[in-house]
Structures are given as structure tokens and as C-alpha cells.
């Protein structure tokens, strides 16, 4: 998609989202030039919510007012990437994900700066860097034990040394469907697997395996902290009765 027809698109999509989700939204800027991230290399910021608080004692569109801004540059480079881009679903989530954060700060919550937090976190796990273990539980829930932070899926299961001795593989449930993957060797403190063969098309779908804690072990690490030990692994997932429906 060229950048006239990226603007076209993009205006008219923000043209039909109601009013009442663009109180205090002073318009959509659309630009040419791709905006890389600050920090990681090849990661590419699509859009922003450019907030300006007046003061005030309470939020309101008349003091919190935004522009989102959406950045054809960075679109066309991740498409290059992937020949399954999909330019018009893009710019529509990513001027939802934007004026949620006006919304979010209109209403004084930070629920998607735990979102962002998250997957700035998972873009230096896959960089090599020192990462919060934990990050994926500031996404968004998407039911008991399961996180996403943007297009990947995790499902979280905690397991004592006993539980995963007795584990022959390991077993979740993803989108109504029952799988199974190979039990890794090492539980370790948190242990991601990600599971190839399961979730939409450029979806990542990860176990994560927890270790529990017992009141013992948790008042020793607040005496002596340490880091936990942190394991990758991938496995492949195998529907169990498939065509049949678990509840998530």
C-alpha cells in the first residue's frame, strides 16, 4: 500500500469510529517517515498517542487533549517483512490501541501502559537483554492463566518440583481446543515453551511453567534475593480429540 492510499484508508477509518471515543482527539497525523525503536534494533513504532495534560484537578477532554499519529514508514517496513502483512487490519488496531491510551488517560488508568511495558520487556528478552521474567502478566488477561501482549498467547501453569516430576508432557488449552507438548527437562523458576503449530497464522503461542513458591522458599529469597532461573525450550503441540471442544 503506497502512502496515498495509506492516508485515504487511515482517514476514513478514524472518520468511522464514533465521536464519543475521540473527545478531547484534536485529529489523526499521518506521516511519511518510519520511526524505529529507540532501543531495539528492527522494531518499528506504528503509531502514538501524542497526549498534552492542562492543569487541572480531574481529566476531561477539555484538559487532556491528543493527536494520533500513525506512521507510514514503519507499515511498509514491516510488511517487507511478511508477505501475509495485512495493511488495513494494522491501521485499524493501531489507531485502537492509540486512542484507548488517550481514553485510558482521560479516565487516569494505566492498564495499556502495563500492556506497553510488556511488550517493550518481550522485545529485550528476544534481543538478548535482561528481561522482567514476569512481564507477560501486565498484558491484557484473556482468561484464567493467560496473558497477551499483542499477537502472542500466554498461557501460564504453576507446577511444584513434585507436579512436574509426575508431568509425561504438558497440557493447555488454547481457543476451545485441548493440546499437549513435550515435557521439558528443567522446570527451572519460569520456564517459557513456545508452542509451534498452535494459534492463528504470525500469532506466538508460549507455555509458561512456574515454579510455586512455598512460604518457606518466599521468605528466604526476600532475606537473600537471587535471581530465578529463567529456560527457554520449543515443543511442538499435538491437539488432543481433535474436533472436540475443552473450555478454556
Same mark, same amino acid.
Given at each position: 500500500?503506497? +502512502?496515498?492510499?495509506?492516508?485515504? @484508508?487511515?482517514?476514513?477509518? @478514524?472518520?468511522?469510529? &464514533?465521536?464519543? +471515543?475521540?473527545?478531547?482527539?484534536?485529529?489523526?497525523?499521518?506521516?511519511?517517515?518510519?520511526?524505529?525503536?529507540?532501543?531495539?534494533?528492527?522494531?518499528?513504532?506504528?503509531?502514538?498517542?501524542?497526549?498534552?495534560?492542562?492543569? *487541572?484537578?480531574?481529566?476531561?477532554?477539555?484538559?487532556?487533549? *491528543?493527536?494520533?499519529?500513525?506512521?507510514?514508514?514503519?507499515?511498509?517496513?514491516?510488511?517487507?517483512? /511478511?508477505?501475509?502483512?495485512?495493511?488495513?487490519?494494522?491501521?485499524?488496531?493501531?489507531?485502537?490501541?492509540?486512542?484507548?491510551?488517550?481514553?485510558?488517560?482521560?479516565?487516569? %488508568?494505566?492498564?495499556?501502559?502495563?500492556?506497553?511495558?510488556?511488550?517493550?520487556? /518481550?522485545?529485550?528478552? +528476544?534481543?538478548?537483554? &535482561?528481561?522482567?521474567?514476569?512481564?507477560?502478566?501486565?498484558?491484557?488477561?484473556?482468561? &484464567?492463566?493467560?496473558?497477551?501482549?499483542?499477537?502472542?498467547?500466554?498461557?501460564?501453569?504453576?507446577?511444584?518440583?513434585? %507436579? +512436574?516430576?509426575?508431568?509425561?508432557?504438558?497440557?493447555?488449552?488454547?481457543?476451545?481446543?485441548?493440546?499437549?507438548?513435550?515435557?521439558?527437562?528443567?522446570?527451572?523458576?519460569?520456564?517459557?515453551?513456545?508452542?509451534?503449530?498452535?494459534?492463528?497464522?504470525?500469532?506466538?503461542?508460549?507455555?509458561?511453567?512456574?515454579?510455586?513458591?512455598?512460604?518457606?522458599?518466599?521468605?528466604?529469597?526476600?532475606?537473600?534475593?537471587?535471581?530465578?532461573?529463567?529456560?527457554?525450550?520449543?515443543?511442538?503441540?499435538?491437539?488432543?480429540?481433535?474436533?472436540?471442544? *475443552?473450555?478454556?
Amino acid at each position: 500500500m503506497d +502512502f496515498t492510499d495509506f492516508e485515504a @484508508y487511515a482517514r476514513d477509518a @478514524y472518520e468511522e469510529i &464514533p465521536d464519543a +471515543f475521540k473527545a478531547g482527539v484534536d485529529g489523526l497525523v499521518v506521516r511519511k517517515d518510519p520511526v524505529e525503536h529507540p532501543d531495539h534494533e528492527g522494531v518499528w513504532t506504528l503509531g502514538e498517542c501524542l497526549t498534552e495534560e492542562h492543569l *487541572s484537578d480531574f481529566g476531561s477532554a477539555e484538559t487532556t487533549r *491528543s493527536v494520533i499519529a500513525l506512521y507510514w514508514g514503519s507499515f511498509a517496513a514491516l510488511a517487507k517483512r /511478511s508477505r501475509d502483512f495485512d495493511w488495513e487490519d494494522e491501521i485499524w488496531e493501531t489507531l485502537t490501541h492509540e486512542l484507548r491510551h488517550h481514553l485510558e488517560s482521560l479516565a487516569g %488508568d494505566d492498564a495499556l501502559e502495563d500492556v506497553d511495558y510488556a511488550a517493550a520487556e /518481550s522485545f529485550k528478552r +528476544f534481543d538478548g537483554d &535482561p528481561f522482567d521474567p514476569w512481564y507477560y502478566q501486565r498484558g491484557d488477561p484473556a482468561g &484464567p492463566g493467560r496473558f497477551r501482549v499483542e499477537r502472542d498467547l500466554y498461557v501460564e501453569i504453576e507446577l511444584d518440583s513434585d %507436579d +512436574f516430576d509426575r508431568l509425561t508432557d504438558v497440557r493447555f488449552d488454547v481457543e476451545g481446543r485441548r493440546y499437549r507438548a513435550p515435557r521439558p527437562e528443567e522446570l527451572g523458576d519460569v520456564h517459557f515453551i513456545e508452542v509451534e503449530g498452535v494459534g492463528a497464522p504470525g500469532d506466538r503461542v508460549e507455555v509458561v511453567l512456574v515454579r510455586k513458591r512455598t512460604w518457606w522458599a518466599a521468605l528466604l529469597g526476600a532475606v537473600v534475593p537471587r535471581a530465578p532461573t529463567v529456560l527457554e525450550s520449543i515443543g511442538v503441540g499435538e491437539p488432543l480429540d481433535p474436533g472436540g471442544y *475443552s473450555a478454556p
